[in-house]
């Protein structure tokens, strides 16, 4: 499938035969500067990476990992996905998406978090992309729910491809190797100056390793502040700086001759102030960052990590280490949410256990 077009493949031509593509993406996705809410925040030079523009299908940062992911569902003949996430999991309403254009089942495992309007719209856009919904309250119980199914696909020999939570292995993290060099590229091409930090998101961990990694293979002194927005698991320096060095040895095997990185813990910066009272529970602060950013400069954003990214953006940018750097921010939403699957269904087509979510009023978002 097409791959001239990712820098990836650009930098290091040995890997452009050795990892299957389905692409999920229409890249580079461009970057500009944010006059109007610099200013707000008080920040000497803010631009942003508008990932909410990967594709006019379901955009955001989940389609860069799932180019490689379900290129190599494709490679490996599986005729059904699984993955995990909360019910409001943007990660798996992408994958539903995806692997529906690509004539894949989807099967979805997920745990509980706070009910907002844009939780019940995830769900109906799962179920209208044709995913196989399945719920458990904890992880524990998840877990215990989903082996069955996964063996059922076994025995249905549908060669089931397990992909694991928000698209973090080593696979998923080339996205965001890709990402860096792409924004390289843009440095290159004078589309905007180098800068000294990148912002972004952090649930997984995948595309903070991936952009980490990434720019030690581009050259780029940038450094990456991730701001934690989960509970759910939460990934720390260790474990990010060894999924970032997990895709570089991965990488090395495809193609011996890139460079030798490594990522060290001490070079994972996380910012964990701002998540409140959990994954998906939204916080005044990611309230109001999302409408600066829509009010200042017309752009969407919501509560659960891109909110909470900004509001790491608001009250930090003045500080050191980040005061008077330049300032980047990935901006991971999806401006496209599936409308080719609208108008949704009701929520009585849901599996039975989820209708609960939409009874009563949701958490205001």
């Known amino acids: 499938m097409p791959s001239e077009d990712l820098a990836l493949f650009r930098a290091f031509p040995a890997l452009r035969q050795r990892l299957a593509l389905a692409r999920c993406t229409e890249l580079p996705t461009r970057v500009h500067r944010l006059l109007e809410l610099g200013r707000a925040f008080g920040a000497r030079e803010l631009w942003v990476k508008r990932d909410d523009q990967t594709s006019p299908l379901y955009g955001g940062n989940k389609p860069r990992k799932l180019d490689f992911l379900l290129g190599d569902a494709i490679a490996r003949r599986a005729r059904s996905v699984i993955t995990f996430g909360g019910i409001g999991t943007n990660h798996g309403v992408a994958t539903a998406l995806f692997a529906r254009r690509f004539g894949l089942r989807c099967i979805l495992g997920l745990v509980y978090q706070p009910v907002t309007e844009k939780v019940r719209h995830g769900l109906l856009l799962a179920q209208a992309a044709g995913a196989e919904l399945h719920y458990a309250p904890t992880i524990a119980r998840l877990a215990a729910r989903m082996l069955p199914v996964y063996a059922r696909e076994r025995l249905r020999r549908q060669r089931p491809y397990v992909i694991a939570t928000g698209g973090t292995n080593p696979l998923g993290v080339l996205g965001f190797v890709n990402a860096a060099l792409e924004l390289k590229e843009q440095i290159d091409a004078g589309e905007l100056p180098a800068p000294d930090w990148i912002f972004a998101p952090v649930g997984s961990g995948g595309t903070l390793a991936g952009l980490l990694l990434g720019c030690k293979l581009a050259g780029l002194t940038t450094r990456v502040a991730g701001v934690l927005v989960t509970d759910i698991l939460p990934p720390g320096a260790g474990r990010i700086a060894r999924q970032a060095n997990k895709a570089h040895a991965f990488l090395r095997r495809l193609a011996s001759g890139l460079p030798y990185v490594h990522v060290a813990a001490a070079e994972v910066h996380l910012e964990r102030g701002f998540l409140g009272r959990g994954y998906g529970a939204p916080t005044e602060a990611a309230r109001q960052a999302r409408d600066q950013l829509l009010a200042a400069e017309g752009i969407a954003a ?64």
């Open 302 to 365: 919501e509560t659960t990590y891109t909110g909470k990214c900004l509001a790491a953006l608001h009250e930090l940018s003045s500080r050191p280490p980040y005061r008077d750097g330049r300032l980047l921010y990935w901006h991971t939403y999806s401006a496209a949410q599936g409308a080719e699957l609208e108008p949704l269904p009701p929520y009585r087509a849901l599996p039975h256990e989820f209708h609960a979510f939409f009874h009563g009023p949701a958490v205001a978002d």
